[in-house]
């Protein structure tokens, strides 16, 4: 993309936003000398109300360095661009007798590189790994979670139109868009990081804007057994049980860790398998080397080309996978993900909304109900409890902290009713410093799929099921 374009689409600038770019057939000098008709105007009254003038000065330097600038530039080759940046960024603090300090320089350097190749005031929020979400509220209203707990930073947009050049920026690539006629949009930023956005007139408190972060370094299985998140004896059997290829359902809450403990689990599948990854936006990091990564899309402004998590999971029979892991279920396409379970591609895994396991079964039976087939409630639950074999639920705890809480095993139908068994759940023995003191126990009962996970050449001791090492399976 020319440095022309992205300007336009993210540029830090008062009033309304600018123009489309020319026609194609304009030469280099004549965009570069529109470019240099587009001046950031500084907003009235604001700029002695910013640091003494700094925003006045932050705006005609940014207009300086705009004028300076090639606007064919390719803004891809980052390093290359922001050394052209900084040279012209000294050049005419230079020229224009501007004495600032060292750290001054820095900020207004960093403030005008983002607004010109990333994301703007977000770019210091993006690069911090202690934040896990960024939540905009609006152009003056900016929250992070940093640790489980949320907090407000000073960090703000100038105005609505600032904030929606931002958005524009992230769903441009992605070929999506947000407007009036779509008022929200779920993208992801390049390194993954997942982002949704809603705008007026859904949205009454100006453009909100929620990202939530990539990790730079994946989680590691360790790493959730140092947290506290699982403990050893619960991780050896969810491995053997993604390796003997029984179908997996993490639900939790929002912001529960659900897709962190699916990417940790997948991490268990052989490398010789084929794996099929399915998401609204592509967030999963599946290490191994045979995987293909499915991403649904919204309809265009006609309201066609729509594909939808359905869709992709009825394909996805047709690309010859040994695994399908879905990102979310979140409605008629549960059906679809049932008829792939119960049709040869065991060892299949998703992720769902839901306050229980218990209640994992009800949201699968209510959006299998979506899909609109006349089934009666019995067969619906009959499917369930034969696709579905492990049922690892997560909360995150009034501290902030993420933990599974239950690790409950399908048993069957009695009646019209699913059965299922507690192999592990949760105990809190108490508070301390605020923190949650408690550990995900075995309840001592045996698993109805142990043959299955024997048979695949895995041998686990029963003192892992909370049972005495003298019983043998």
Known sequence: MSLLKRIEQGQSQQGPPAAPPPGGGEDSASKLAELKMRRV?????????????????????????????????????????RKTIEDLFESILTEEGIVLSRAERKRLFDQIVAEILGLGPLEPLLSDDTITEIMVNGAKNIYIERKGKLERVGVTFENDDHTMRIIDRIVAPLGRRIDESSPYVDARLPDGSRVNAVIPPISLVGPVLTIRKFSKTPLTIEKLIDFGSLTAQAVEFLKACVISRLNIVISGGTGSGKTTLLNVLSGFIPPDERILTIENAAELQLRQEHVVTLESRPPNIEGRGEVTIQHLVVNALRMRPDRIV?????????????????????GSMTTLHSNGPRDTLARLETMTLMAGMDLPVRAIREQISSAVQIICHQERMRD???KVVAIAEIQGMEGDVITMTDLFVFEQTGLENGRVIGRLRPTGLRPKNIDRIEAAGIHLPASIFGIGDRVRF
């Not at 932050?58 to 064919?72: A, C, F």
């Open 41 to 81: 105007a500084a907003p009235a009254g604001q700029a002695a109300a910013r640091d003494g003038g700094y925003l006045d000065l932050k705006t005609r330097v940014q207009n300086k360095l705009l004028q300076e600038l090639d606007p064919s530039m390719d803004v891809s080759r980052t390093a290359e661009v």
């Open 326 to 346: 879905v990102g979310e279920i979140r409605d008629e396409a549960a059906l679809d993900m049932l008829q792939a379970m119960n049709t040869g591609h065991d």
């Open 400 to 402: 902030g902290t993420r």
